[in-house]
């Protein structure tokens, strides 16, 4: 168990919807990244946060958002959602802010879009 | 952004082989991180290298950071079927802002 905590594990839902996915970090660590498995894909960078604000930026869609909260879980909103975002959605936490140091990842959630 | 590029692709092993596989970098990074993941799961961290020519075991697994801090190996050692899935090295790119990730090595333990 990493300690890393997201839910749901899966979600299933229609092209043009908007889901929220959410994520708990280890317990004092300050960090969250969030990336994207596409099927036989690697690990694509969405978007890091640490300590509540944004501090990088990968190849995240204008149609996806993501925030956190001052208890430090983190969200992913995906909207207006296409048949290609389906995909697995994992978060990572960090102590720091970062990427030097080792990540933890969640269990990930599987999102499909019919 | 900065690429890993890692080798191979996949590999076909018998039970009980060794296996090595590595990650190359055009930049500097200064730490190296490798991941296993099995199929619907998360990653999960193996190892993590801090420093130029570090020689680190965990078990069956031995990695090292490259002395010219722009690649790192992975070895497992007498592999067996439960050493099945995809293995990813990572490093802070970015000004270490990120963590990014190779493209991974799939690997299939056949009996």
């Known amino acids: 168990d990493s300690g890393v905590t997201q839910t749901p594990k899966h979600l299933i839902t229609a092209t043009g919807q908007r889901v929220t996915l959410r994520c708990s970090p280890r317990?004092?660590?300050?960090?969250v990244y969030w990336y994207q498995q596409s099927l036989d894909q690697g690990l694509q960078f969405l978007i890091q946060y640490y300590n509540g604000e944004e501090r990088a930026k990968g190849n995240i869609l204008e149609r996806f958002s993501a925030q956190q909260f001052p208890d430090l879980h983190s969200e992913l909103n995906l909207s207006s959602l296409e048949l290609g975002d389906s995909a697995l959605y994992f978060c990572?936490?960090?102590?720091?802010?970062?990427?030097?140091?080792?990540?933890?990842f969640g269990q990930g959630t599987r999102l499909t879009v019919v | 952004g900065q690429q890993l590029n890692q080798s191979p692709q996949s590999m076909f092993i018998q039970e009980g082989e060794d296996v090595s596989m590595n990650c190359t970098s055009s930049?500097?990074?200064?730490?190296w991180l490798w991941y296993k993941q099995d199929p619907g799961e998360g990653p999960v961290l193996l190892i993590a290298l801090y420093k130029a020519g570090e020689l680190t075991s965990n078990g069956r697994l031995t990695a090292q950071f490259g002395i010219t801090r722009k690649d790192s190996f992975l070895n497992i050692s007498a592999s067996i079927p439960s050493d099945v899935g995809i293995y990813f090295c990572a490093g802070p790119s970015g000004s270490a802002r990120q963590l990014t990730f190779g493209s991974g090595t799939q690997l299939t333990v056949l009996p």
């Open positions: 990572a936490s960090i102590r720091g802010p970062w990427g030097n140091t080792e990540a933890f």
């Open positions: 930049s500097i990074f200064n730490t």
């Open positions: 317990s004092g660590d300050l960090s």
